[in-house]
């Protein structure tokens, strides 16, 4: 079985930075795209940032400019720097890998509050 911890949550003020970190672990026989999705309480998953096995990334709108997303695939953990936070950024977030052989997987969830 194949296990995605995720970390770098928490509180900041508007303005401030986060990292989040979702390493993924078990049998592995490799990783295609890898994302981070958000999602506040009364809306919808959304799409935040992906990134393909030859690092082509797209951001939504919201953050572009702001976000960065990376992926290290010898430790098979894929990053998710976040920058000039704003309190609509507030979410829980999560990361999603598709495996080769094992298709989609996601994390537990990482909560990210930003304060005004």
């Known amino acids: 079985q194949v296990q995605l911890v995720e970390s770098g949550g928490g509180l900041v003020q508007a303005g401030g930075s986060l990292r989040l970190s979702c390493a993924a672990s078990g049998s592995i026989f490799g990783i295609n795209d890898m994302g981070w999705y958000r999602q506040a309480p009364g809306k919808q998953r959304e799409l935040v940032a992906s990134i393909t096995r030859g690092d082509t990334t797209n951001y939504a709108d919201s953050v572009k400019g702001r976000f960065t997303i990376s992926r290290d695939n010898a430790k098979n953990t894929v990053y998710l720097q976040m920058n000039s936070l704003k309190p609509e950024d507030t979410a829980v977030y999560f990361c999603?890998?598709?495996?080769?052989?094992?298709?989609?997987?996601w994390g537990q969830g990482t909560q990210v509050t930003v304060s005004s």
């Open positions: 999603n890998v598709y495996l080769t052989f094992r298709g989609e997987h």
